[in-house]
DNA sequence: CAGTGGTCTAGACCACTAT
DNA sequence: TAGTGGTCTAGACCACTGT
């Protein structure tokens, strides 16, 4: 399992950095899951001995992973493999505006319907990677605070990833059910927004007129290799969906 | 001037780190304009041996601050003081969508009003950090892309900070000005998206009809120090401006 | 050619965590 | 107390840049 990682480095050619190479092994065991997510990873004296460099080599190879959101580090434990924190709510993937403070931001999600479509939309299908009458589950789900609709969001999936989903709670956030479940770790996404004109479903569930101004993100969700997991839409109220961003 | 840089650092107590000392000296200067724009700083070694530490503590802090975009670094060369690069188009502070290649997205920008305020709305006023009654500097502009309009935007600065602003050309870029007439580098940038329904005045300048759906971008701009440099609302035609993220 | 940052090493000592 | 990452040092050699 581990023998790829053994295997030696190309400290002739050098054509990539040591670090760079060291970085590539480890971020491939993560996605052979050799280390499942929250596990410890070897320390650093540990990796730098299975790959014969120094310790300062694998530190610059790790901390490139911390970076990119792949591990995480706490001083005196150890390197673990990142994981989507439950406690954490909507601040990595999800950028709501929160008015009040975020311990009081706890959204109800209800499920509106689970189907599997034998004929999704092409782009659809291009998207998740699959060809034409390869089978796609969706789900609709309405997020409300406080009985009042905030957004509506549509979710797809290869139907083969994903075997049974529709068997767990689906009310609850759905990252964390991939990953307890299936495996499947979220490593980034991808957001697309635009202002759309709300069709008759949207105002309908999210109680605005047809055809006010909503906020329309198109996300798309990778896991390791630039493997895509989901792709979604959502659809925000535009008095109670805002989204904020820091640009450097 | 340099002063304050040579003196000693603090190793005893050790509430911070050397290198973010080392940092936080860099960035003082950098914002007291030690080094302007463009400029190089004194090698790495040089570095070590005004603060009295070694290289890879000095390099530590330099990188940090090149990941936070106040430095650049190049191979060979040296350490330079990042500037907005008038060639690197709308990548770094703007994210239209580009269906065209970026060397094919030169839109065209069209001054339509200057003015100086003197009783701006509380919210601006606020968020420059100016007192009722400072004056304002508002300026509007329309960005059209083969002579369709794009977008729409009302810049809005304290008058003090940019005497003369409306003598220069700006139908160009404004940070590249702000930079080269005024000393003041933008260092990063806070944005709020919604969507919301075009008034009057917008549905007019951007040619669709009064309420469709438009995009609505409210952005602070910060200098060094998290001085605030610019607010500005930007309004986007739905079909022809969308916004793109990638979350990691 | 001399000077720069890029990479890499082999240590050292510290603060934090758990037992 | 033992083990972890966090910080720091003082070198070395390399690739790249400009003269």
Known sequence: MDADIEDALDTGGRDRPLYRQVQDRLQAALADGVWKPGEMLPT???????F???????????????????LTRRAGKGTFVARIDPSQGFDRFFRFRRDAPAADFHPQIKVLDVNTLCRAEPSILETLALAPGDEVL???????????????????FSRAM????????????????????FGLHVVRADELLRA????????????????????????TVYTYRDRVLECRKTYGRSDKFSYKIQLR
């Open 162 to 181: 994903v075997p049974l989903l529709e068997s767990e709670n689906l009310s609850e956030r759905l990252y964390p059910i991939l990953e307890e479940r």
């Open 52 to 70: 014969q460099v120094s310790t300062g080599t694998v530190r610059q190879a790790v901390l490139a992973l911390v970076r990119e959101g792949l």
């Open 44 to 50: 650093e004296s540990d990796l730098g001995q299975r």
């Open 138 to 156: 969706s789900i609709k789900r309405l997020q409300l605070q406080d009985e009042t609709p905030v957004c509506f969001s549509i979710s797809y």
């Open 196 to 219: 759309v004109a709300a069709d008759e479903e949207v105002g309908r569930l999210l109680q605005i007129d047809e055809k006010s101004p909503v906020i329309l993100i198109e996300r």
